[in-house]
């Protein structure tokens, strides 16, 4: 371990001091009650003639394609709908709308939705930009490299950050192995954060974006290296509203200023893991992801006390300013124990919201499967609090496994 541990450390230290040159730029915030309507406006501000949307089957099964379509045509404008994108998606959706895209003469792209329309929307964009490369060979870095369509993203779920981020993470259809597409290009343009379009959302889609939000709030707060003053701040503010207000909203969807301040918390701590990354929760979320059709929130949720257990006292010292920060735990205790109360904070926020306290999908027999995509995606870019081997991952995973 010792050789692979000096070049991942080696390649997360030239990374960080090229990233200081870097394009890093957040989508620009359009926000409050009733912002869906000013899309037609951005729109036009971008030259847009003719978007494409892009949604899950629930964005026409609310309204909300409808509402956006008569928004569209009271400013002249037409578009085209694709309201087919469901969890996880995959490489052939997104050869799906590029083509579709292609054919109704579009020129711009809004995503409405949960993670999955936003990161199908950005891998459609990359793919347009790039149309001599396939999905598999846009995955990684720093890939893309071309202008794409203006691209505005709605999130209608707290939780996924996509609408600010530089990534986009595509299953691929036979090996059903998760994969992101990360590059400069993909952050949209605007995020327009309406708390009214998540008033319908259940209550334990709201349990799991929500986690997802933390999850990349704290795994950004903890990456070693990449981290800045801003991205630092970002985290913090994130885990302060998600503890302030996600029990509230999923207990009570149609309060709006618990949906905003959830909108503002997965919107933050997506800024804060674009900049500083994320880590060996979400390597193994995808994993599972992939195989199992694990729901990315619920996965994190699961997987996030058992590796923040498992990393230790290397992370006690953050875990314990998270902990002030959440308002769990006394101030006078050590480290350790405020972070193990932050970590029994989040055990129980799960239990409070009904989500399990274990994989019980993985099978033995795919573990190793499991630990070669995680790792072969965390290693050597997530700058994470401790590296993992092999035999490691294997137990976190087998730990994470039992019900």
Known sequence: MNGQWVYVRLFQLCYNLASRCA????????????ALSRVPALLQGEGVKKPLLVGSPSFVRT???QSLCRSLDAASMSCAVYSEVHA???????????????????????AVGGGSPMDAAKAMAARLARPERSIAALTGLLKVRRKTPPLIAVPTTAGTGSETSI?????????????????????????????????????????????????????????????????????????????????????????????????EAAYLAGCAFTRAGVGYVH??????????????????AILLPVVLEDYGAAVHKKLAR?????????????????????????????????????????????????????????????????????????????RAGRP
Not at 23 to 34: C, F, I, K, L, S
Request: with cysteine; aromatic share 6%.
């Open 23 to 34: 394009p890093w730029r957040r989508a620009e915030r359009v926000e409050g009650v009733g």
């Open 63 to 65: 309204g909300i394609a």
């Open 88 to 110: 996880n998606p995959t490489a052939a959706t997104v050869e799906t709308l590029v083509s579709l895209y292609r054919a109704e003469g579009c020129d711009g792209i809004v």
């Open 167 to 263: 990534a986009a993470v595509i299953t691929d259809d036979v090996t059903h192995h998760k994969a992101a597409i990360m590059d400069f290009r993909l952050i949209p343009r605007y995020a327009v954060l309406d708390p009214a379009l998540c008033v319908s959302v259940p209550p334990q889609v709201t349990a799991m974006t929500g986690m997802d939000a933390l999850t990349h709030a704290v795994e950004a707060y903890l990456c070693w290296t990449y981290n800045k003053k801003e991205s630092l701040s970002c985290a913090e503010e994130a885990v302060r509203l998600i503890f302030q207000n996600l029990l509230h909203a999923y207990r009570h969807g149609d309060d709006l200023a618990a949906r905003a301040n959830m909108l």
């Open 283 to 300: 390597a193994i979320a995808h994993a599972a992801g992939g195989l199992y059709g694990v729901p990315h929130g619920m996965a994190n």
């Open 322 to 398: 998270l902990a002030g920060i959440a308002g769990v735990g006394r101030a006078s205790d050590e480290d350790a124990a405020r972070a193990a109360a932050l970590i029994a904070a989040i055990r129980k926020l799960n239990a409070q919201m009904g989500i399990p306290d274990s994989l019980d999908c993985i099978r033995a027999a795919d573990i190793p499967q499991l630990v070669r995509w995680a790792l072969a995606e965390a290693n050597p870019i997530y700058p994470v609090p401790v590296l993992y081997d092999e035999a490691r991952c294997r137990a976190v995973i087998e």
